[in-house]
């Protein structure tokens, strides 16, 4: 038997690009309208007050503000809070 394989093309060297998820803004940075704040896949984080989610999962801003992130009834929430 053969101790070499055949001189075949490899087939494990494809790979994936990364998709560049995760935190974009902390807590205590500011946001400003329409900022990213997360990008996740599925909803690990939930929009709490002053956010939205994206189709795709993205939190995002709808107001200006401080980010804050907390938990309301066992879910992880973000929201944006006014500057006084």
Do not use: C, W
């Not at 902390?26 to 909803?43: M, P, T």
């Amino acid at each position: 038997m053969a101790h070499k394989k055949g001189l075949g093309s490899t087939q494990n060297v494809r790979d994936s690009e990364g998709k560049r998820l995760g935190v974009k803004l902390y807590g205590g940075q500011r946001a400003r309208n329409g900022s990213i704040i997360v990008r996740q896949r599925g909803s690990t984080f939930h929009p709490g007050p002053g956010t939205r989610m994206g189709k795709d999962y993205t939190i995002y801003a709808v107001t200006e503000g401080i980010v804050r992130f907390g938990k309301k009834h066992g879910r992880k929430i973000v929201m944006v809070v006014p500057e006084e």
